[in-house]
């Protein structure tokens, strides 16, 4: 019986890939790729010669169980996502739970996931936290930041440029405007940047500062917020 491996592919400097992962992409029978464009990018930089196929979010319900068959038979698989680590916040999860139905074996390496890095750099307790990935874009979104407020954690949000402002704003109206983030973006990347600060002086830095590249929220937990933890000035890396 063939595997699936899950291989974390760099959010940003290519550089941020470990010998293993190569060696695996190199060593698969195929690769499953969420956008073959941007895995063939990281392929060539590594000269990696492999045949590759599109498993993303709009195919994965249909194709999981044929790709399963051929694992039975004997395929070892690799899959990737455009950015990190597959399964998280991107696709993966169906694939992977029809290998553990089927009894195929599912390792995962360990490598490259945006929110680490993130959660490091807060200067925010990073003993117990929650992640939430994306918000939902519309419907329910509201709902699920107030199931947040009386959070004790500290929470980590995926979010896109063209709706970081408006969801600073409802984190503002819904948690409270003294409320402590870091706001991550461009991880590893050549203008990484990350800003501190209570959410109603992070607004006013992404009103002057357009924002670009994909963002990492981490929030205060709910007894995170004393300005006697944290002095109330926005601070940038």
Not at 67 to 78: D, K, T
Not at 130 to 150: I, M, N, Q, S, V
Not at 194 to 222: K, L, Q, Y
Request: net charge negative; hydrophobic share 40%.
């Amino acid at each position: 019986m063939g595997k699936l491996t899950i291989v974390p592919t760099p959010v940003g400097n290519l550089e941020d890939m470990t010998y293993r992962a190569v060696r695996v992409l190199r060593e698969a029978d195929l690769i499953l790729a969420e956008d073959t464009r941007t895995t063939l990018v990281l392929l060539r930089h590594y000269e990696i010669q492999n045949r590759l196929q599109s498993h993303h979010a709009f195919n994965e319900h249909r194709t999981a169980e044929e790709l399963v068959e051929r694992m039975q038979a004997g395929e070892h698989m690799a899959l990737v996502s455009d950015a990190g680590t597959p399964a998280i916040s991107d696709p993966g999860f169906l694939l992977v739970r029809a290998c553990v139905a089927a009894g195929v074996e599912v390792e995962c390496l360990p490598g490259a996931t945006a929110f680490v890095p993130a959660l490091v750099v807060s200067g925010l307790p990073t003993d117990r936290f929650c992640f939430e990935g994306f918000l939902p874009p519309k419907k329910g979104r509201r709902t699920r930041l107030e199931a947040l407020r009386e959070e004790r954690r500290t929470v980590i949000l995926y979010e896109s440029p063209h709706r970081l402002r408006k969801t600073l704003d409802q984190l503002s109206e819904v948690l409270g405007p003294e409320r402590r983030l870091s706001v991550s973006r461009e991880i590893s990347k050549r203008f990484e940047e990350t800003v501190r600060g209570r959410v109603d002086e992070i607004i006013p830095h992404f009103t002057v500062n357009d924002p670009r590249g994909e963002f990492v929220i981490v929030v205060a937990g709910v007894d995170e917020t004393s300005e006697d933890r944290h002095p109330s000035t926005v601070s940038s890396t």
